[in-house]
């Protein structure tokens, strides 16, 4: 198979895009370092970089790291790259909910001690409290919770945007390849019966 190599770098690229992700989606469990369950953001509970980011991209993953192992005893080289894309679009899936459930935290901002009490202070702003930090300070506890969030979701942000991108390639890598197959092995033919 020409793209087996191409295909198995990327299943490795995925790994540690989803172990940080998960990484990131705990952290923001222990906002400023701190245990406050009943505290946390509302968004924070749809475990975006654990389930879209993370556990989720382990399945194309390992379907592009083991992509060589099935061609030629298994199936047809084709049937295995479609069964590629299709990996590939739950991947797609699953960093495109990352990268939606986090913007859309991001937007909303951290849910915090104001001096009126617990409540989301930049959540109608649109956004506009990330260009400006002086209104950071609105968030009395956890300390730096603002930095916190804007840190992880920032994290999350761009490694669901790099899995993206990797499963992207290989939904076009699978289709050239299982549609295509003979440009690759450059096989002579002639008009000889």
Not at 30 to 51: C, D, N, R, T
Not at 105 to 126: D, I, Q, V
Request: proline letters at 3%; aromatic letters at 12%; one cysteine or more.
């Amino acid at each position: 198979m020409c793209s087996t190599g191409f295909v198995r770098s990327l299943g490795f690229a995925l790994l540690p895009l989803a172990v940080c992700c998960i990484v990131a989606n705990v952290l923001l469990f222990f906002p400023g370092g701190h245990i406050q369950q009943e505290k946390l953001s509302k968004l924070v509970w749809y475990m975006m970089g654990i389930g879209g980011g993370g556990v989720l991209m382990f399945l194309p993953a390992g379907v592009f790291i083991n992509l060589g192992k099935c061609t030629g005893r298994c199936w047809n080289e084709s049937f295995v790259m479609c069964g590629s894309v299709t990996a590939a679009l739950v991947g797609l899936a699953g960093s495109g909910y990352c990268f939606v459930i986090s913007a859309m935290a991001m937007l909303e901002g951290p849910h915090c001690n104001t001096s009126e009490g617990w409540k989301y202070p930049f959540a109608n702003e649109r956004g506009r409290y990330l260009f400006d930090q002086t209104t950071w300070s609105m968030c009395s506890s956890p300390s730096s919770i603002v930095e916190w969030n804007v840190t992880l979701l920032s994290i999350l942000l761009g490694l669901s945007g790099l899995e993206f991108i990797i499963c992207f390639l290989q939904v076009i890598n699978g289709l050239v390849t299982a549609v295509c197959r003979t440009c690759c092995y450059k096989q002579d033919y002639t008009l000889n019966a």
